[in-house]
């Protein structure tokens, strides 16, 4: 292989990744589309597809850090089935250390090529911060989310800014910030709107 071969095969395996993380959202989003006006979910959860994932194993196209809110269930907000995402649920999406290793786990063994963190609208960790709530029991959970939002006092805003903080957690782990640096990784931070439904991917200047 000459030079000029290698490079040209390198950049078009950066195209192909990139064009991998695009397809992804892409799926996501018009997955959502199509929530917002069914009435039940319509991932494919059948034998055969069970039967085939633990045969050939699982190959999610996507990893999604969301909260543990019983409204925010992302393979229905995607309308997406078995074996598609790999979903990481904490309430408060918030990164410690357990999220960040499945994170690493779903982008360096599985090859996910994007990474969304979905904050929601409504978000009951988000306003037991805003009001103050002081149960120590709570801290790894409050601790983060009050560091990210710092004097804001807007809900909505707040899970934004408490979604970008996230993300910006998970670019501290170096290996994940390497793959973004080098387009092998989408990360994107989405706000979860859970009276209408609709998934809006953020701005990362939210912050
Ligand atoms: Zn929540």
């Not at 909505?156 to 170096?174: M, Q």
């Amino acid at each position: 292989m000459t030079l000029v071969n290698c490079f040209d095969s390198i950049r078009l395996e950066l195209i192909t990744m990139k064009k991998k993380a695009l397809d992804a959202l892409n799926r996501l989003l018009s997955g959502n589309v199509e929530y917002l006006n069914a009435k039940v979910a319509q991932g494919d959860v059948s034998p055969d597809l069970r039967q085939r994932l633990c045969d050939e194993g699982q190959k999610p196209y996507a990893a999604i850090v969301a909260c543990s809110d019983s409204r925010v269930v992302p393979e229905d907000i995607f309308m997406r089935s078995l074996g598609e995402l790999f979903v990481i649920r904490v309430a408060g999406n918030v990164i410690g250390e357990t999220q960040a290793a499945s994170v690493t786990y779903a982008v360096q063994h599985l090859g996910v090529p994007l990474v969304m963190v979905l904050g929601h609208t409504h978000c009951g960790a988000i306003s037991a911060v805003l009001e103050g709530c002081d149960d120590e029991a709570l801290n790894p959970l409050s601790r983060p989310i009050a560091n990210a939002i710092g004097s804001v006092k807007d809900p909505d805003e707040a899970s934004a800014l408490n979604a970008v903080n996230a993300l910006k957690e998970l670019r501290c782990i170096s290996d994940i910030a390497a793959m973004e640096e080098q387009e092998e990784l989408l990360l994107l931070p989405a706000l979860y709107h859970t009276d209408s439904g609709k998934v809006e991917v953020l701005e990362e200047d939210h912050a």
